[in-house]
């Protein structure tokens, strides 16, 4: 039996372990545009060169998957279409392909390994005194202004957002703020409507904020993910509004029962972008096709979260206790607890991916 896994991010290298763990027999191919597996959630380390995102992708797979380095033009009827021009059969596929940014002109998207090494690169040849401008307030956002002021507190750091970790509860959204004044990061909430590149001082880009307030920046990064890859749509598989593929109670397209969708690409009632779904999703979809080949009835998919937890430089962080259904409740940690907390999730979630290991909540009844 031919398995093929589109993407080797989270889902798809913990998809691809778990399924070669379980069923022997199976002949898995994973398919990634580059021979490293990424820790997404570790960009902003890597951007700020505090830390390594990327680790060879033949030390994270099982040994006898194999891997092809390429993309993925469209997949349909059986048969995967490379970038080379060359096919890949298959009996069952995992489409893992996570999510991308789409950044406005000027500015360097931080929530890919392309985008973070160009902003590595840029951010190690600016000289001191000079202003980075983070465009985001999600988590991605603050994550990144934090880390960049934390690792080069030379620079002016500017994060740049409507709301300040929405995702979070009131209070530990003041402590969040607390957090970034503390690495002298400035806090601008607005939009930014345009970047002219040179038009600022300094010899920097002009940044015009939609409440028109005109800023400066010697290096814009644009940390906020909106969509997702369209080779689902472009597959002619169903698509929700966002371009997810739509997907049955047990992560099948309703395309196409022979095709699992995990991750971000993948639209599953009720979750969010983040390693703490994927993870759930590919051992989920892993498991439901070893059941079906020994010919026992699948299971539906259950899944709650737990909380959230955000890096605040090396030495603070914030975990956000959350219900089941991923609403917030009051309570937080912070500080270096919480920092030695976040980094213990990170490394859990890469332990998993690379062993096929990993718990999980069910969801809310």
Not at 286 to 299: C, E, H, N, V, W
Request: hydrophobic share 40%; aromatic share 4%; with cysteine.
């Amino acid at each position: 039996m031919k398995v093929v896994v589109v993407g080797a991010g989270y889902a798809g290298t913990i998809a691809a372990n778990r399924l070669a763990k379980k069923v022997k027999a199976a002949e898995v191919t994973v398919i990634n545009p580059r021979p490293d597996f990424v820790e997404r959630v570790r960009l902003h380390e890597q951007i700020a060169g505090i830390g390594a995102a990327a680790t060879p992708l033949a030390s994270m797979l099982r040994e006898g998957i194999a891997t092809r380095l390429d993309t993925v033009d469209k997949i349909g009827d059986g048969e995967v279409a490379l970038g080379d021009g060359s096919r890949l059969g298959y009996d069952h596929l995992f489409l893992a392909v996570g999510s991308t940014p789409d950044p406005l002109a000027g500015t360097v998207p931080v929530g890919t390994w392309e985008g973070a090494e160009r902003a590595r690169v840029a951010l190690a040849g600016l000289p001191g005194g000079r202003t980075v401008t983070v465009i985001g307030g999600g988590l991605t956002g603050i994550e990144t202004a934090a880390e960049v002021a934390y690792g080069r507190p030379d620079l002016r750091v500017r994060l740049v957002g409507r709301t300040m970790g929405e995702s979070l509860s009131e209070g530990a959204r003041r402590r969040v703020r607390t957090g970034l004044e503390r690495l002298n990061v400035e806090i601008v909430e607005d939009s930014v409507a345009q970047v002219d590149p040179g038009a600022g001082g300094e010899g920097g880009d002009g940044v015009r904020l939609l409440s028109g307030r005109p800023l400066t920046s010697h290096l814009t990064l644009w940390a906020i993910i909106t969509g997702v890859p369209d080779l689902a749509a472009r597959s002619g598989w169903e698509v929700d509004g966002d371009g997810r593929a739509v997907v049955d109670p047990y992560l099948r397209s309703v395309s196409d029962p022979r095709i699992f969708v995990v991750g971000d690409c993948a639209a599953v009632p009720g979750a969010r972008p983040a390693c703490a779904t994927a993870m759930p999703q590919g051992v989920h979809a892993a498991d439901t096709l070893a059941r079906m080949i020994a010919g026992r009835k699948p299971q539906p998919y259950s899944m709650g979260y737990t909380g959230q937890g955000v890096s605040l430089g090396r030495r603070d962080g914030l975990l956000q206790v959350g219900r089941r259904d991923d609403t917030v409740r009051r309570l937080y940690f912070a500080g270096r607890t919480a920092a030695i907390g976040k980094e213990r999730i990170c490394r859990y979630a890469k332990f998993g991916a690379r062993t096929a290991i990993y718990a999980w909540l069910a969801g809310p009844k």
